[in-house]
């Protein structure tokens, strides 16, 4: 099983980018995905979760200009943001709690990182 991100990449201030990410693998069930962020010599913090519910958390710097959604059919969270700022600029990484058909429990998964630069 894994977690595969795209949709990085070099974009202007105020411009936009749509991360990807999808789970593969024998999945019984995705509880929650998200997406976090680390930027250079800082820790990884939580930029936005969603349940499979559809209840949405987001971290306040993105409130507003970040938008995450889920397609459970197809196991993948989406990131849309908008409005960038240079401050974004960091590596993103999707992660999913989910139980494999397999487990008795859930476990944690992280995807590999994509890079997100902004521009001034």
């Known amino acids: 099983v894994q977690l595969q991100a795209s949709g990085g990449g070099l974009v202007q201030s105020g411009g936009s980018l749509r991360l990807s990410c999808a789970a593969s693998g024998r999945i019984r069930h995705i509880v929650t995905m998200g997406w976090y962020r680390q930027a250079p010599g800082k820790e990884r913090e939580l930029v936005a979760s969603i349940s499979q519910s559809a209840d949405t958390n987001y971290a306040d710097s993105v409130k507003g200009r970040f938008t995450i959604s889920r397609d459970s059919a197809k196991n993948a969270v989406y990131l849309q943001m908008n409005s960038l700022k240079v401050e974004d600029t960091a590596v993103y990484f999707c992660?999913?709690?989910?139980?494999?058909?397999?487990?008795?429990?859930?476990?944690?998964?992280w995807g590999q990182g994509t890079l997100v630069t902004v521009s001034s």
């Open positions: 992660k999913a709690v989910l139980m494999l058909v397999t487990d008795f429990g859930t476990r944690t998964l």
